[in-house]
């Protein structure tokens, strides 16, 4: 048996890219800077809440991704493997982290308006935060897990580059994302990791009936609980 398992591994590797597409289709043709992004929450908070929440999700959900094709990269590159996971891992810490700060920002907009909250942003974006240090692991760590799902057989060439493509992705507080570049950087992770999620959900037998019941209840459960405070 494997942590964190492999329907929970499986469910990351085909949503979590998938899901990183759908929230940055949901804002296309909003401005991808603060400013902009700000103004379209102004104008539709409903599009803009979905989007980054869709773009929240996706990036935690693509931690047991990572930790599935770490663990076939272990198999022949163990260094590659766990310096790929530990830079990865770190990198998505430091975008939910953003996706955070994103969501106080709308919320400025709902309670002092836009052009408030448009400048309390501007004049606090480059405050200091510790996760400033994890920026270089958002970058590089999709390019060493590339290297070494390559090197391990793990991908072939072509879905280890569409994986490296993943560090293309712009980062940081108010990002819209949604420039060819990064819809090219999304695709590419998703022809990486989606196939890998169908084979890992195929292996093995079917979840019990109950299992899989009480785990899409959770959610709704688990959010309803989370609004009651």
Not at 203 to 220: D, E, H, N, S
Request: hydrophobic share 60%.
């Amino acid at each position: 048996m494997t942590t964190p398992g492999r329907w929970i591994e499986g469910t990351g590797l085909v949503l979590g890219p998938l899901l990183l597409l759908a929230g940055v289709l949901t804002r296309l043709g909003a401005d991808d800077f603060f400013p902009g992004q700000l103004a379209a929450h102004a104008a539709a908070p409903g599009r803009m809440a979905w989007s980054y929440g869709l773009y929240a999700a996706g990036v935690v959900l693509l931690w047991p991704a990572v930790t599935a094709l770490a663990r076939l990269i272990k198999i022949r590159r163990p260094g590659w493997a766990q310096w790929g996971l530990t830079l990865v891992v770190l990198g998505l810490f430091g975008r939910v982290f953003h996706a955070g700060v994103s969501h106080l920002a709308f919320q400025l907009v709902d309670v002092l308006g836009l052009e408030a909250a448009q400048r309390a942003v501007a004049e606090t974006y480059g405050a200091f935060h510790v996760f400033k240090a994890v920026n270089v692991c958002i970058m590089g760590g999709w390019i060493v897990l590339a290297v070494g799902a390559y090197r391990a057989g793990a991908l072939g060439l072509a879905r280890s580059v569409a994986l490296g493509l993943a560090a293309l992705l712009p980062l940081g507080v108010l990002k819209g994302s949604s420039d060819p570049v990064s819809l090219v950087a999304l695709a590419g992770l998703a022809v990486a990791l989606v196939p890998l999620g169908v084979s890992v959900l195929r292996q093995g037998p079917a979840p019990r009936w109950w299992a899989a019941g009480l785990a899409v209840a959770f959610v709704p459960v688990a959010f309803l609980l989370g609004l009651a405070g």
